[in-house]
């Protein structure tokens, strides 16, 4: 059996894809794995990191304005395509998954071209155009939201094993020396994706003096691209966390955006968390925290309306308050599946074998 992911552009995309492969080298490890991928996505140096072969396409973002991009579209797409379908032919492929973003389009259209099954999975409350497209070229669809997609089957979002095994308040003291932090103040951990999030930093930046007057610890990770703040006494700024399980651990009370796998990996291990929604997109972060917020799980604050006042103000009276703390806990964990890996690899397996 060979599966052939259809991944890329984003740790969004990619980590779910990543994720569900080693849930079926764990089933069966005979079955062999290639990913599709763009030249251009975090997919380059993610997928290679976990041991998978990367196979490159000419795979572009549709352009939005016209211009030269979008005469040259067309040609590149069909290009791209092509590229996919001779890779599934020379592996024969068992099944092609994708789990959506620009770059998984040419192995959907390769697949329906080659007559490979393919798997289709939409983790946000509104799916994007490669989903769309994808969901109309099979029966095999599955979301983590109701009603996005017609006919789909509900399957959580695989999450790392580290992350789904992850027992937090086994972790907590070992994880919060591991970061250099007080094993008995309370914990925020603060971050933005893959990439940061700058207005998440300023406003951090600005509520630090009464965070840490208060008794609360932070950490907070920056993101790669943007400037390292001075560490200081119960604040801890890193660039990028490595081991999330270890992070979530050490925390209380997350602030972070709301993409699908934060959303999917914070309630999983039963975290409280204050979501600040991406105001970019078709506006699906808003959507995907919404259930979560709604049973007392986590709050959601709009990106411009986010201050250092109402920050303050929320985390203080939060950490400090043990049973709200429960509460939430109990609240957000209803929301957190942790073997959907395992699920999604059943599935795959089970189509595969027609």
């Known amino acids: 059996m060979h599966i052939v992911f259809a991944a890329g552009g984003t740790a969004g995309h990619i980590e779910p894809a990543l994720n569900t492969a080693d849930a079926l080298l764990r089933a069966d490890p005979a079955i062999e794995i290639t990913v599709l991928g763009g030249r251009r996505g975090l997919e380059s140096t993610l997928v290679p990191a976990r041991g998978y072969e ?36 020379r592996v024969q492929a068992s099944a092609v998954v994708g789990f959506g973003g620009y770059a998984a389009v040419p192995g959907y259209v390769a697949a329906r071209r080659t007559r490979t099954p393919l798997l289709i999975h939409e983790a946000n409350s509104t799916a ?159 959507g995907n925290a919404a259930a979560i917020v709604a049973s007392g799980g986590g709050f959601q604050r709009a990106d411009a309306e986010l201050t250092a006042e109402w920050l303050t103000d929320t985390l203080v009276d939060v950490v400090h308050d043990e049973s709200q703390l429960a509460r939430m806990s109990q609240a957000a964990s209803l929301h957190g599946e942790r073997d959907a890996d395992d699920a999604m690899a059943e599935w795959i397996m089970r189509i595969a074998r027609g």
């Open 54 to 89: 990367l196979i490159e396409t000419d795979a572009l973002p549709l352009p939005r304005r016209p211009g030269m991009a979008a005469l040259r579209f067309p040609a590149h797409a069909l290009r791209g395509v092509s590229q996919a379908a001779a890779h599934l032919r």
């Open 128 to 286: 994007g155009f490669a989903n769309v497209l994808g969901a109309r070229l099979t029966e095999h669809v599955a979301a983590v939201h109701d009603g996005v997609l017609s006919g789909a089957r509900h399957l959580a979002l695989p999450i790392r094993r580290s992350i789904a095994e992850l027992d937090r308040a086994a972790e907590r003291s070992a994880a919060r020396r591991e970061w250099g932090l007080d094993p008995q103040a309370p914990v925020v951990l603060v971050f933005g994706g893959s990439q940061g999030a700058r207005h998440l930093n300023e406003v951090v930046a600005a509520s630090l003096d009464v965070l840490l007057a208060s008794g609360v610890h932070v950490l907070h990770a920056v993101g790669s691209r943007n400037e390292l703040p001075q560490a200081r006494e119960g604040y801890v700024p890193v660039h990028y966390v490595d081991r999330m399980e270890s992070a979530y651990a050490a925390a209380d009370i997350v602030v972070c955006r709301a993409g699908a796998m934060t959303c999917a990996e914070v309630t999983a291990v039963g975290l409280p968390a204050v979501y600040v929604p991406l105001p970019v997109g078709n506006g699906e972060q808003s």
